[in-house]
């Protein structure tokens, strides 16, 4: 099982950056991709990025050019952990949402997500 663990939500101006992370620990060597999702009030859950175990990258294209997602595959930790990280910048009010951790194991072992609690990102003056 895949523990994940979010930070870095808060409030931030327009035009300002955010820099979310989320620590993946468990049975992490199932982990294909690590990414993120965001859901607004009234608006169904969306891909914002998300990033696969070859460092291949898929954006939205709402955020093409201000997000950029990363991955850190620290297996040498104790416990050993992967950290997907989502770095955000020029915000814009329309980006104000819920922002959701996800991973994806391989098919190999199943293929089943897992879900971050969750972490508020407001962008308001």
Same mark, same amino acid.
């Not at 620590?23 to 859901?39: C, L, N």
């Not at 915000?91 to 293929?111: H, I, Q």
């Given at each position: 099982? %895949?523990?994940? $663990?979010?930070?870095?939500?808060?409030?931030?101006?327009?035009?300002?950056?955010?820099?979310?992370?989320?620590?993946?620990?468990? @049975?992490?060597?199932?982990?294909?991709?690590?990414?993120?999702?965001?859901?607004?009030?009234?608006?169904?859950?969306?891909?914002?990025? %998300?990033?696969? &175990?070859? &460092? @291949? =990258?898929? #954006?939205?294209? *709402?955020?093409?050019?201000?997000?950029? $997602?990363?991955? &850190?595959?620290?297996?040498? =930790? $104790?416990?050993?952990?992967?950290?997907?990280?989502?770095?955000? /910048? *020029?915000?814009?009010?329309? &980006? =104000?949402?819920?922002? #959701?951790?996800? =991973?994806?194991? #391989? @098919?190999?072992?199943?293929?089943?997500? /897992?879900?971050?609690?969750?972490?508020?990102?407001?962008? *308001? *003056?």
């Amino acid at each position: 099982q %895949v523990r994940l $663990v979010e930070s870095g939500g808060g409030l931030v101006q327009p035009g300002g950056s955010l820099r979310l992370s989320c620590a993946a620990s468990g @049975s992490i060597f199932t982990i294909y991709s690590m990414g993120w999702y965001r859901q607004a009030p009234g608006k169904q859950r969306e891909l914002v990025a %998300v990033i696969t &175990d070859t &460092d @291949s =990258t898929k #954006y939205a294209d *709402s955020v093409k050019g201000r997000f950029t $997602v990363s991955r &850190d595959n620290a297996k040498n =930790t $104790v416990p050993p952990k992967n950290t997907v990280y989502l770095l955000m /910048n *020029s915000l814009k009010p329309e &980006d =104000t949402a819920v922002y #959701y951790c996800n =991973t994806r194991d #391989y @098919s190999d072992y199943g293929g089943g997500e /897992n879900w971050g609690q969750g972490t508020q990102v407001t962008v *308001s *003056s």
